[in-house]
């Protein structure tokens, strides 16, 4: 995610983190601190040469959970 979608979407991301990641407590979940992991991860995908799918407007996926 870019750090403008994080900043924009933080509240939703907190709200349904537990539905991806199972987090039974975000208490420690904070704006700074989701920022720094996700630039954290996003430099080791680039060092990596990995693929990844940067999220940076809003979008819609249609699964059933």
């Given amino acids: 995610m870019s750090e403008n979608?994080?900043?924009?979407?933080?509240?939703?991301?907190?709200k349904y983190g537990?539905?991806?990641?199972?987090?039974?407590?975000d208490e420690n979940c904070t704006l700074d601190s989701v920022l720094k992991d996700n630039a954290q991860f996003s430099k080791l995908a680039q060092k990596s040469?990995?693929?990844?799918?940067?999220?940076?407007?809003?979008?819609?996926?249609d699964i059933d959970l």
């Fill in 49 to 61: 040469k990995m693929n990844y799918i940067l999220i940076d407007d809003p979008y819609k996926i």
């Fill in 18 to 25: 537990n539905v991806i990641e199972n987090r039974l407590d």
């Fill in 5 to 14: 979608y994080i900043r924009n979407h933080f509240d939703d991301i907190k």
